[in-house]
């Protein structure tokens, strides 16, 4: 969904509190939060504001009476900020291939305070995060790169100790992950690719870095292919790195263009915010699927699908 069509499906805050009712009650039938009562009836209200609906649901169990409304006890109730401007936030960001600033965001939303801005970035940030899913397999590129002062190519040895090391590991075809590393030692990267990586992948392509050897590893059945790029050799056949190489670049882009300076401390949150979107750029359930995270509902769509089975 792009801005335009948001605007367009999502004009009034009764248009934005019906989408969360369907999400809360994909079924159709709505329950009272307290217990689970079906014995509800809705309830005009003549003194709407800013602040209170022109609506709400009424349970109707004699020990309860509790007054709800599809949006009651989630984040969107508590702000109190017009649910439009969640919405078009949420549509912001994960239309912002780059990323997006709070700065920028408060100017595209056109709201006052840099608060809200900053506020809303920060919460939707926070649900835009992966959490435990499939490893990669098939084809899987690895690359390290260095956030900050370290750049490529100075070698392995000369950002051995600095703390902005990002592993990206991406399944070609398939989804992506960057995981901030302690260091770039042998050891730190095997066990980020051992969490990342199923040990039945076909084949890992990497640079010639020393750290990536696999022989003695639970990959050593696995084709492993090395590109040269000290001999400025790039693609040799299907021997590549180069979507992972593209993936960092774009990510590189937003880190410079948009947020400038980002602190070591919420590198991951900003590489996870980055993957979530990438990984859905062609995933038309990515708006439910944040919506509902942040509500609280059952996550949905690509979380669900991708998860490891328990
Ligand atoms: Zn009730």
Known sequence: MNIREAHEKF?????CLQYIQQMRWPDGVVRCPARGEKDIKRVERKAASKNRRAWFYLCLEKTCHNQFTPT????????????????QAITLMLNAKKGISAK?????????????AWYLNHRIREVMQEGSIRKLGGIVEID?????GKQRGKGVKYAIDSKDVVIGLRQRGGPLRFVQAKDAKADTVYQIIAENVDKDVDAIMTDESPIYNFKLTQYHKARHDRIKHKDRVYVR???????IESAFSL?????V???HKVSIKHLQRYLDEFSYRFNRRADDSAFMETVCRLAGFAPLSFGKLTSEKV
């Open 257 to 259: 263009g948009s947020f």
């Open 237 to 243: 056949g299907d021997v590549h790195t180069n979507t």
């Open 104 to 116: 920028q965001l408060q100017r595209d939303l056109g709201i006052g305070g840099y608060k809200t």
């Open 72 to 87: 009651s006890g989630t984040i969107f109730h508590d702000t109190h900020l017009p649910l439009i401007v969640w919405f």
């Open 144 to 148: 390290e790169t260095y956030v900050g």
């Open 251 to 255: 990510f590189k882009r937003g880190i």
């Open 11 to 15: 004009a009034t805050d009764e248009q």
